[in-house]
């Protein structure tokens, strides 16, 4: 029996966690559900937005399924997601980008994956006031992490048949930060020798992403450039209902989440689209070792879009998150062509 442990989250989470978990089960999988809370409700309760039994849970089990979770701008509590993927030593996100049948957009060639870095950089919550009026917001980048990130990167290359790893870096300004991070994907790069691998400094990649989106393959960089970078990406295949994710820890233990955020301006309303979260467990079954289960979950998602009548309103559609759940579980079974290398690990 597969166990998962499940963050259902708020805003759209419990929405599209649960037409998740009813997509999941169609399958046929033998799973069984440890549900779990976090982010502003446990936060009076327990004094943190994560509180430690979610993290042993997960830290036990070692598969996670989670909704996302909101995070106040400016003042209040850390982000839950970022003290989870933290505190499991989650560091690497992986981000496949693809462009899906159905879904009209400019690019309909992208198969791009950002391996984004995601225990330091930017995100070490480390700011405080130097005097009124300048704030210092601390960036950390270790070589160990890069070393890992840019290993986990070509490896991630080799194991799904992709052809080129391209960093993406800010090194002509951050000359020792981004310098150390380059050095370290130079030195991984060379026991790769059938492994293409370029640089591209993070606005250029910008452009790039938005002209010729084709020339990427796998795309490895820091926390904050791999934010906004795969919010870019998903972007170019139809927006945030569509893109899945994976935290992948050592030990094998991970983390399946959607790209997109807690989605106040539609949540409670049955309009989310449940895709991003959907595509996201097929990952979680895959690196489960399920991977008829994670194909047919894909193919029924393909299915689903190229037919075209079933879509929700970030789709240019009218359904609800239940209709495109129940369409999704309809089509299972069918076989168009599959996702592919949607694998997380
Ligand atoms: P967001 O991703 O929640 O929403 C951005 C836009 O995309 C909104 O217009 C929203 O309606 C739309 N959207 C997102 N997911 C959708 C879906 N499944 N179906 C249809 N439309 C969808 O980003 P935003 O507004 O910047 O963040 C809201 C909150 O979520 C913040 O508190 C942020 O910190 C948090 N967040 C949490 C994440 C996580 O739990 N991993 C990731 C990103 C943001």
Known sequence: MLRVVVIPGDGIGPEVTDATLKVVEATGVNVQWDLYEAGADVLTKYGTPVPDEVLAAVASVGIALKGPITTPVGTGFASANVMLRKR????????????????????PNVDLVVVRENSEDLYSGLEHIVVPGVVESLKIITETACMRIGRYAFQYAQRNGRRKVTSV??????????????????RVARDFPDIEYNEMIVDNTCMQLVMRPEQFDVMVMENLYGDILSDLGAGLIGGLGLTASANIGEGGIAMFEAVHGSAPDIAGRNLANPIALILSAAMMLRHAGEIDAGKSIEDA????????????????????????RDAVIAAMGRQPQGLGQASAS
């Not at 560091?91 to 462009?99: E, L």
């Not at 075209?308 to 970030?314: L, N, P, V, Y």
């Open 88 to 107: 499991l030593n989650l560091y690497a996100n992986v981000r496949p980008i693809r462009s899906l049948p159905g879904v009209s957009t400019k690019f």
């Open 169 to 186: 870096h800010k090194a002509n300004i951050m000359k020792l930060a981004d310098g150390l991070f380059l050095e370290c994907l130079r």
């Open 301 to 324: 998602v393909l299915s689903v879009l190229a037919e075209g009548s079933c879509m929700t309103r970030d789709l240019g559609g009218s359904a609800s998150t239940t209709e495109m």
